[in-house]
């Protein structure tokens, strides 16, 4: 017997949407006026703070099995979360790398999330969406509108993608057939001492090794050492390597240095090289008028990862990787299994975007980029950089200025690497002593600043990627180190 042609009447199927959505709206009003009031005011509140210790048992508590009202919800966001941030999109907040985000990110990521598209591909018009932030990212490169290219999460992500690609481009077998055991011999990829730890993580999983990665002394500037890295590609050929690949890094990490990318064209071209270059931080100073020089010859390069939560403040995560050659890009990922073949008409009309990654389901993270992009043309942004660019040289000025500080190396754009002498202290003290200082400052809650060693000297770390940061901000930092240094100092004189 088969159902009654009523049956399906009877049932009220269960559903994530709420029954009455006026409560929702009324709550989600109330949940966007309080994302402004947490924006605008960010300078007035502390860059970082420790949690207390009830909030941090807040998530040890087990899985929900009964429900929670939504206000319920959100307030303990408000309260456990929201209030105990990494720090990231406040004015004095300088650690490691990051972005610092921007609303009309957000309300893009919310917007993307609403929608709920897969970026794995299909005809519709986030997929296009997707393509133009591409395209977008190619024009402010100078790459060629022939070449391809991918969002991806971030720029390690990026990295490996290109790094992938230039293994199969190099490899001299099928090694998506025969994996990295056929290559017959071994593959050599080089980068300056300074580079991204992601591309040793990138050379464990591609299956080269860690070995196959050969780090080349950088000079006084920090910058790869050409002489050493020509020397090292002939005594890897004549050891019988295959040079495969090199790593030029536009903005390292610890000082900001942007290796020389014309000459390092010029030896991957006379050496049947692969250039990939780590912008992750410098590429996009490729669109800021004033030091766009820097970056010359980025267009040269086969592939490139740069990182639109960096300079262009997309809210977390967005990175992206260009491949010069889309063939190459392609023929190293894609796949086309029975369920995903392409049809004539409709919604499998399309190119299937996962063929350039890894992934299958993507986020639609370009539609944050897109909004913000539209909404402040890409001059504003090229301006920001610059301007992050000329606070990092200011705050040099400030250190050179002040006795009881010194730079540790040259900063080259928004990288400032410094330190307090301390009368008398040196070495492992001298460590501790500004390490102490740093802490200190997070536990006020004034600023966030990290710490690095370049050439064996320990140093703070300013980096400056920072849409919201003033030279104020910069000043208050150099006048609280000296205060915070002294009163160190003083204390354990007295001890
Ligand atoms: C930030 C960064 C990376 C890693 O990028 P994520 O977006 O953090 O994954 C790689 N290389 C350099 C030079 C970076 O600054």
């Known amino acids: 017997m088969g159902a009654s042609p009523k049956e399906h009447e009877r049932f009220d199927e269960d559903t994530l949407d ?39 048992a807040s998530f040890a508590t087990a899985l929900p099995l009964a429900p929670t009202p939504t206000e319920d919800v959100y307030r303990e966001v408000a309260a456990n979360i929201l209030g105990y941030p990494m720090g990231n999109i406040h004015p004095r907040f300088w650690s490691w790398y990051m972005g610092s985000s921007n609303f009309t990110g957000a309300l893009g990521d919310f917007l993307a999330a609403i929608q709920g598209s897969n970026l794995g591909g299909g005809n519709h018009a986030a997929a296009l969406v997707d393509q133009q932030v591409v395209d977008w990212c190619k024009e402010m490169l100078g790459f060629p509108a022939s070449a391809s290219g991918t969002l991806v999460s971030g720029g390690s992500v990026a990295n490996i993608i290109g790094l992938a690609v230039a293994r199969n481009a190099k490899a001299g077998v099928d090694i998506r057939e025969l994996g990295v055991a056929a290559i017959e011999r071994p593959l ?60 030029a890094t536009a903005g390292t990490v610890n000082t900001g240095a942007i290796d020389d990318l014309q000459a390092l064209a010029s030896v991957a071209a006379e ?20 030091n766009r020089f820097r970056v010359a010859g980025i267009e040269k390069a086969n592939s490139v990862a740069l990182d639109p939560h960096k300079w262009l403040h997309a809210p977390f995560e967005a ?32 190119p ?22 539209k909404e402040h043309g890409i001059a504003k942004f090229g301006r920001l950089v610059d301007q992050n660019i000329a606070q990092g040289q200011y705050l040099s000025d400030l250190i050179e200025a002040e006795p009881s500080l010194e730079l540790v190396a040259p900063t080259n754009i928004n990288i400032v ?23 200190r400052l997070q536990d006020e809650g004034t600023a966030v600043l990290s710490d690095t060693t370049v050439h064996g000297e320990h140093c703070l770390r300013v980096a400056i990627n920072n849409h ?9 930092l150099v006048e609280e180190v000296v205060r915070l240094g002294r009163e160190i100092v003083r204390a354990n004189a007295a001890a």
């Open 271 to 290: 050496e049947d090289l692969w250039l990939h270059v780590d912008g992750c931080i410098g590429a996009l100073i490729a669109i800021a008028p004033l």
């Open 319 to 350: 990175g992206c990787v260009l491949v010069q050659d889309a063939g190459a890009h392609r023929g190293t990922f894609a796949v086309t299994p029975e369920y995903l073949v392409a049809t004539a008409r409709g919604l499998a009309a399309a």
């Open 188 to 247: 050599r990829y080089y980068g300056s001492d300074q580079m991204h730890s992601c591309h040793r993580k990138a050379m464990e999983t591609l299956g080269l090794g860690n070995q196959a990665l050969r780090r080349i002394p950088t000079d006084g500037e920090l910058r790869i050492d050409l002489d050493a890295l020509r020397r090292a590609i002939t005594e890897d050929r004549a050891s019988g390597f295959k040079p495969a690949c090199v790593i």
């Open 417 to 439: 690497c410094f330190r307090y002498r301390g009368e008398r202290t040196q070495g492992d003290e001298l460590k501790a002593l500004n390490t102490e200082i740093m802490l």
């Open 468 to 476: 919201r940061t003033k030279r104020r901000d910069l000043k208050l």
């Open 18 to 56: 709420p029954q009455d959505w006026s409560e929702l709206r009324a709550l989600s009003h109330r949940i966007v006026d309080d994302a402004i009031a947490y924006v605008s005011g960010v300078r007035d509140r502390r860059v970082w703070q420790e949690m207390p210790q009830e909030v941090r």
């Open 352 to 373: 299937w975007l996962y063929d350039y990654g890894l992934q299958t389901t993507r986020g639609f993270r370009a539609l944050k980029i897109w909004m913000a992009l």
